[in-house]
């Protein structure tokens, strides 16, 4: 069975930091497009980081960011725990989501083929 398990989430105060992490079972992720998104109640979810896969021959480290959270997050890969990371520092109240990571054989957008069950992020003094 392919899933996707969201991990890291949690309460932090603005300004400070959080590592999510992406594990996949039943399939490995170096070959998958992987995205992570976010959504608050009531608004549209939106993409907040992709990372490429290597199945084009390619390392699978080319990255691309929301305008909003670039220079703040960072995605990576650690292929050996079949886990994709997201970094995020600097927080700030309006980062405040629940945060999904999902895969893709092709492409980093919303209809990827696999998602996880989110993780809450809270940012608040």
């Known amino acids: 069975q392919l899933q996707l398990v969201e991990s890291g989430g949690g309460l932090v105060q603005p300004g400070g930091s959080l590592r999510l992490a992406c594990t996949a079972s039943?399939?490995?992720?170096?070959?998958?497009?992987i995205g992570w998104f976010r959504q608050v109640p009531g608004k549209e979810r939106e993409r907040v980081a992709c990372?490429?896969?290597?199945?084009?021959?390619?390392?699978?480290?080319?990255?691309d960011y929301l305008d909003a959270v670039k220079g703040r997050f960072a995605i990576s890969r650690n292929n050996a725990k079949n886990t994709v990371y997201l970094r995020m520092a600097s927080l700030k109240p309006e980062d405040t989501a629940v945060y999904y990571c999902?895969?893709?054989?092709?492409?980093?957008?919303?209809?990827?083929?696999?998602w996880g069950k989110g993780t809450l992020v809270t940012v608040s003094s």
């Open positions: 999902a895969a893709d054989n092709h492409a980093c957008s919303g209809r990827m083929d696999y």
């Open positions: 039943g399939f490995a992720l170096d070959y998958y497009v």
């Open positions: 990372i490429n896969s290597r199945s084009d021959g390619s390392r699978g480290d080319s990255t």
